[in-house]
């Protein structure tokens, strides 16, 4: 009995010390730029200036539906599934774009990287595309995600700015932070774009 009480300590302790590992080496991670332009309790406004993805298309309709293929191939991409081999390093967010009529994932590529300078990728799947300049409306939840969740977290942003008087348009999108072996201090943000003049 005493051994299975200490082979639980160690378990622990290897799980703690796992968290903490991954939790600094996320802290390392070149996050995607933006600038906030507004702050309020529950959500804020944000500037994304243009951005080079990594692309997949996809015809799920749900979040587990699309995390997992979707990764794989992005994933694939940047691992070294491309032309020349190249490691490209991960980034955060993950995008995605979930809805009925066609869906996509997006890993945000290193700001050393450009459309021009990208490896092709092996995988026809994976394309190579740049975003335009954008405002966002951004509301923040923790733990893992689900459909549900971000079901629930599109709504509460959409009522908060049709309280505000901020037209959205398009579709909400959802944005990832942290990989699923994390267990603690997760984040998870669901955006939409919004007309905003400063």
Known sequence: MKTF???IAIGIVLMV???SFTIMSLNKTEEQKYSVVLKEKDFEIRFYPSATLATINSNAKTYKDLSGP???KLAGYIFGGNETNT???MTSPVHMNINDSASTMSFVMPSAYTAEN???PNNSEVTIQKTQDEYVAVIRFGGFASD???TFYAEKLHNILAEKGITSYGNTR???YNPPFQLVNRKNE???SVNWNE
């Open 148 to 150: 549900k969740e971000l």
């Open 5 to 7: 009480f200490v082979l």
């Open 17 to 19: 010390l796992f968290q």
């Open 190 to 192: 669901i955006i939409v």
């Open 70 to 72: 979707g990764f794989r």
């Open 118 to 120: 990208l490896p092709k």
């Open 87 to 89: 490691n490209i390093a």
């Open 174 to 176: 959802f944005l990832g």
